[in-house]
């Protein structure tokens, strides 16, 4: 069974995500990338959204693995089309985050690798 807590590694690695996100937003100088920024945020909303509804057997973590990588396409096309090189350690730290939680799932679901 898995419990909320047991996923807590995943909700304070999304958490660590939103916080670069913000940042990397708030730093942003060109006002185009406002949008992708507020998607990104909102595909990671998904995923917390998708843990909340995991069923006690661990359905529904693949909706949620599969919104994280979406999520990690996302952070890669900002990142590749930053203009600020300053910046690389916020995206490095959104997608640190991204892998936690994927790891924290795979393990929950007794997936880990070693």
Known sequence: MISSADLQPTYDALDSCQAALDKLDKLCCEPGRSPRMRAL?????????????????GTGAEDALASLEDAGAQVGRLQVGCCAPSRLPLYAEFLEGLTTAQLSINAEMGRAHQ
């Open 41 to 57: 945020g909102e595909t990671v909303e998904k995923a917390r959204i998708q843990l909340r509804q995991l069923g006690d057997n």
